[in-house]
């Protein structure tokens, strides 16, 4: 079966320090991936999504960055971040079709100071 | 853009009552549909897909209906239970859309004994 595996589950870092989230799925191959942030009070926002490594599709303009190093692995980074970025980071996988569900990991609850 | 909305933002029921969650969107062009339940503090768990050719879509207690003309869905929850509390979210993924979910806000449910 297929699993999602997110880490950290609890983050807390200073204004102005990088970051790195990392997303790995096992079970599948060639998942689509994403990123998804979800702010106290507001929906879930789709920040990235990947069908493949090395492709990356931003869906908002922001302070942050992703990358797929590897067929099942997505990474969430910043160089610098703001106390904006704060708030609950969720990835996901898909199979390549729109006919299947989107399965999410536990998050990563950011809380920057 | 499509915008979803749900509605009621929370609702708390005694337990063993049937209810029904609310979900509208703007786009009626949508691919599919999705119910997902988050606990607090963890990820989504996907409960129900609905093909945008499917009227409805079923799984033990739960009955998502759908209605593109309309633009609506809603969630059926029967019989109750404690366990249910959660937040609901339904999602949708537009025609032309790729694998893009927009999420609407969501419904807290509390299950009272």
Excluded at chain 1, 78 to 90: A, M
């Amino acid at each position: 079966s297929q699993t999602i595996h997110q880490w950290p589950a609890t983050l807390v870092q200073p204004v102005g320090s990088p970051l790195s989230l990392e997303c790995t799925v096992e079970g599948t191959s060639n998942p689509n991936l994403y990123w998804y942030r979800q702010a106290a009070g507001r929906g879930l926002q789709l920040l990235f999504y990947s069908v493949g490594i090395g492709q990356i599709s931003s869906e908002v303009p922001q302070n942050l960055s992703a990358s797929r190093p590897q067929d099942r692995q997505f990474i969430l980074s910043s160089k610098k971040l703001l106390l904006s970025d704060s708030g609950f980071y969720l990835c996901a996988w898909s199979v390549y079709t729109r006919d299947q569900p989107q399965h999410f990991g536990d998050g990563t609850r950011l809380s920057i100071l | 853009k499509q915008e979803v909305t749900q509605i009621p933002a929370a609702l708390s029921v005694p337990e063993g009552e049937n209810l029904v969650l609310n979900c509208s969107f703007t786009d009626s062009a949508i691919y599919n549909l999705q119910w997902f339940r988050q606990d607090p503090g963890k990820g989504l768990t996907s409960l129900l897909l609905i093909q945008s050719s499917q009227r409805e879509q079923t799984s033990g207690r739960l009955n998502a209906s759908l209605d593109k003309s309309s633009g609506r869905s809603t969630l059926y929850i029967a019989a109750s239970q404690p366990g249910d509390s959660a937040t609901y979210l339904c999602a949708s993924i537009l025609t032309g859309g790729g694998n893009k979910l927009t999420f609407g806000t969501g419904t807290q449910l509390k299950v009272e004994l």
